[in-house]
């Protein structure tokens, strides 16, 4: 139980906390949490860029293992970048983990997220998961992701009888199904696997707009010579991004993904395409 003094949300998985009381599981037993203790790192979320209220993911978290299928359903580079930007606030190191190899093939989105040295893992469904593992071990991963893009499927392969919940694609909407309704803690070797809800949305309402760009780090090293308060969009006068997108210099698709972001906080729509797309950034 949770002492009262601690009031509604205010512990989530991951937290590191005092208790009171009998902690021998037995019949008839009571222990309370007592006092939560100072978070190391919060990933964190909202429902959409505009809402003021953030949700608390995980705490104490070492990485963020970024889930995403390279097919059905259709890869979702927009939400990778957001979560990426989450990531870095966090202080958390990203790891990308791209599932069902056996109905595409990565090169693509390998070559996205290429400028930015982001580790990653390539995994089928009888892949060898040998080096995720070793990425795994002794750390807290939390894993995070659309829903139908086999995360928990993955869960379940790293922790044998976990039987976490999992779901299908819709073949109409080219989106998956939520299945696990709660987030989940799993000892791993020597540290911790957590397991999320899917998500449709990765609002970033909690960070600023600098903050954002600071999260494309193959973009944030042009934008330190835009003026000051530039908006990076396409109209914004003497942006540093835009020369050298005109140079083709920088990806047009990363350039796009960041606008879309700075756009959809000022209230504008940004939706992954619902049906497969000829490649991952259509």
Known sequence: MKARELGRGSIVVGDRVDVVG?????PDTLARVVRV?????VLRRT????DP???VIVANADQLA???ALADPAPQPRFVDRCLVAAYDAGLEP???????DLAAPDEMLGTYKPLGLPYEVLGPDEDLGELRSRLAGQTTVFVGSSGVGKSTLV???VPGTDRAVGHVNAVTGRGRHTSTSALALEFEGGWLIDTPGVRSFGLAHIDAAEI???FHDLDAFAVDCPPDCSHQAEATDCAITAALERGEIDPERVASLRRLLSSREGEDETEPSSPPTGPHS
């Open 37 to 41: 203790r100072e978070r190391a790192s």
């Open 213 to 215: 760009v600071a999260g």
């Open 53 to 55: 209220v953030e949700r």
């Open 156 to 158: 379940n392969r790293l």
């Open 95 to 101: 790891l990308l983990c791209l599932t069902k190899a």
């Open 47 to 50: 429902a959409d860029d505009t």
């Open 66 to 68: 970024i889930v995403c």
């Open 22 to 26: 009998d902690l021998s599981g037995r």
